[in-house]
């Protein structure tokens, strides 16, 4: 089955840091790019960071850049977000999501395995 | 504000047609960047609903169809159900970052 599980959320005080894990199973991980994607409490979603394959190419939204950083292990099938400097602002559940969506030899930038959410919780 | 532009809420009554825009800029859309859609069910993850402007998943029903012209994009669902109810959302890219649009509550009356 394919699937992505997320953890490592929680409730965590303003200024200090989490770390988001993101298991993969049932697809060849290292073949596709993976991203987060944040939703705020009855909000949308929020693009927060995306990784190539091969980490060469990473982005990152402008309200998280400096202060998160993805990386991705292809050996463990795992996708993290190291989140320092945590805001209120930054209260939501993060979704981890397979980047790319291939059909018939072509793929799409579009996001198409899409794990549960972890919530994330910061305040005093 | 997001970069990608949705009305906030659409309705229509059961076997009705209705449309989503998502109105974007050169930057984006109008850069030639495809459109994808998402189909938000209370309490559930997104799911991809269309890739590729006008693609569907299989699994998705030719009830759902995309489509893009200039800046802007569009999601048309006809035969309206009451399953269809779920908030929808557009992305693209824009320069190398992914842009979502606000979302769009779908009431179905």
């Known amino acids: 089955e394919v699937q992505l599980v997320e953890s490592g959320g929680g409730l965590v005080q303003p200024g200090r840091s989490l770390r988001l894990s993101c298991a993969a199973s049932g697809f060849t991980f290292d073949d596709y790019a993976m991203h987060w994607v944040r939703q705020a409490p009855g909000k949308g979603l929020e693009w927060v960071s995306g990784i190539s394959w091969n980490s060469g190419s990473i982005g990152y939204a402008d309200s998280v850049k400096g202060r998160f950083t993805i990386s991705r292990d292809n050996a463990k099938n795992s996708l993290y977000l190291q989140m320092n400097s945590l805001r209120a602002e930054d209260t939501a559940l993060y979704y981890c999501a397979k980047g790319d969506y291939c059909t018939n030899g072509v793929c799409f930038h579009a996001f198409d395995i899409w794990g549960q959410g972890t919530m994330v919780t910061v305040s005093s | ?109």
């Open chain 2, 1 to 109: 504000q997001s970069v990608l532009t949705q009305p906030p809420s659409v309705s229509g009554a059961p076997g009705q047609r209705v449309t989503i825009s998502c109105t974007g800029s050169s930057s984006n859309i109008g850069a030639g960047y495809d459109v994808h859609w998402y189909q938000q069910l209370p309490g559930t993850a997104p799911k991809l609903l269309i890739y590729g402007n006008s693609n569907r998943p299989s699994g998705v029903p030719d009830r759902f169809s995309g489509s893009k012209s200039g800046t802007s994009a569009s999601l048309a669902i006809t035969g309206l159900q009451a399953e269809d109810e779920a908030d929808y959302y557009c992305q693209s890219y824009d320069s190398s970052d992914v842009v979502f649009g606000g979302g769009t509550k779908l009431t179905v009356l």
